[in-house]
């Protein structure tokens, strides 16, 4: 099943500047492995050494927090939108 990963600015320099990405998938679990296996540096700043995502790292699919639905294991249907979502702090 392919779906479009969005990929944030902060992110893009781990994608080689892409901003969109399709990868095959049926969960979030599933795409972030795809994705990985493609630009294996997006692991160390998306996930924690287990493969949980870091706390700062907030997934959408079709625009739902993934938090609120099933986590890693949230269906993704062919030809959805999953966006990447770093938190930014500053001051």
Do not use: C, H, Q
């Amino acid at each position: 099943m392919a779906v479009a990963v969005k990929i944030p600015l902060a992110l893009r320099p781990a994608t080689g500047g892409e901003s969109a990405v399709d990868v095959e998938g049926e969960t979030v679990a599933e795409v972030l492995e795809a994705l990985f296996g493609r630009f294996s540096e997006l692991r160390e700043r998306i996930a924690d050494e287990r493969g949980a995502l870091r706390r700062f790292v907030n997934i959408y699919v079709a625009g739902e927090d993934i938090r609120f639905l099933s986590g890693l294991a949230t269906p993704v249907p062919d030809g959805s939108e999953v966006t990447i979502l770093p938190a930014v702090a500053g001051g």
